[in-house]
């Protein structure tokens, strides 16, 4: 990790999906000791609190078949102003989720500092529909599309530019839920995706051997960790809305954040979509912040 500043992002919404209950996986993580962890590792941290999420508003679809797409781009537009901050005050921006349509704020406010920004996208989903391809109108399964400028101008214009990101800075990890037209899409724009398949023919320390390299050929400024907690097994993880069986393990998720620590190339990360309804006695935010511990340098010995 190159900062010893990091600055912690809650953002508390649920907007980007429609089960209840992961706007409060920012408190859950929080409540898993996120900020004693960090410390102890010798990291100076600052908790920023929540992005204002407003609750109760009668949801607006804008006339699209996006749902809360209103919310949705309100909260991300905060929280990209937000991200931006604190990397202007030199720190490392650690975002909690929040549904995983928050990515599309994050990665609004990292475009702007990073021109050739890596993303590692550790997910169960490709989350990269577009409204046409999009089976259940859920903006938490569109963020890739839109940072790459496809889909409803309403998002990709967030922060007045796109696209964020290019389709061959992504490396997709963990992926075994990918819907047809995601796809497609994936092939089109060639996309480097591990899917479980892979993870199992190669290991997990060839996979990120693998993306490490990928992006420095790419010469990327920055690298990005999207971490949906849906990445993992349910097993380990059981707190997520779209939960997908046959997922990478916990060991294996812990080699991958020892090994980009190793590195030392993450610049930001996000952890998503832990839902404590959801969780078994806060298993889900427990494994989030073990993961982080790892991604910030923890060893045993
Ligand atoms: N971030 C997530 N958990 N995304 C799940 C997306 C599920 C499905 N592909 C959809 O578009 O609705
Ligand atoms: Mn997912
Ligand atoms: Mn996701």
Redesign the pocket.
């Known amino acids: 990790m190159r900062k010893s500043e990091v600055s912690i992002i809650g953002v508390p919404s649920d907007y980007?999906?429609l089960r209840r209950g992961v706007d409060m996986g920012p408190s859950a993580i929080r409540y898993a000791d996120v900020v004693e962890r960090l410390e102890n590792l010798g990291y100076e941290i600052k908790d920023e609190g929540d992005i204002l999420v407003k609750k109760g508003t009668v949801p607006s679809q804008l006339g699209t078949n996006l749902k809360n797409l209103k919310e949705v781009i309100e909260v991300c537009t905060k929280l990209s102003v937000k991200v931006q901050e604190v990397i202007d005050n030199g720190r490392f921006p650690l975002v909690l989720g929040g549904?995983?349509?928050i990515a599309i704020g994050t990665l609004a406010g990292l475009a702007t500092k990073y021109k050739n920004l890596g993303v590692i996208w550790y997910?169960?989903?490709?989350?990269i529909?577009t409204p046409e391809t999009?089976?259940?109108?859920?903006i938490?399964?569109?963020?890739l599309a839109v940072s790459l400028g496809l889909g409803d101008n309403r998002l990709v214009e967030i922060g007045g530019f796109a696209p964020k990101i290019k389709p061959e800075n992504i490396v997709i990890i963990g992926a075994r839920?990918?819907?047809p037209g995601?796809r497609e899409l994936i092939k089109k724009l060639g996309i480097k995706v591990y899917s479980m398949h892979e993870i199992d023919r190669l290991g997990m320390t060839k996979v990120i051997e693998d993306t490490i390299s990928y992006l420095k050929e790419r010469q990327v400024d920055g690298v990005h960790l999207s971490l949906?907690l849906?990445g993992i097994d349910p097993l380990y993880t059981p707190g997520?809305?779209?939960a997908v069986p046959g997922g990478i393990t916990y060991r294996e998720s812990h080699l991958a954040m020892e090994m980009l620590e190793e590195e030392g190339f993450i610049t930001s990360a996000e952890f998503?979509?832990v839902n404590p309804i959801l969780d078994e006695r806060n298993k889900t935010a427990d494994v989030a912040v073990a993961l982080m511990g790892s991604l910030f340098g923890e060893k045993l010995v």
Not at 123 to 127: I, K
Not at 140 to 143: E, N, R, T
């Open positions: 980007g999906q549904d995983h349509s997910d169960a989903h490709a989350d529909n999009s089976p259940s109108g859920n938490h399964g569109m963020p839920s990918v819907d995601e949906d849906d997520v809305g779209t998503v979509e």
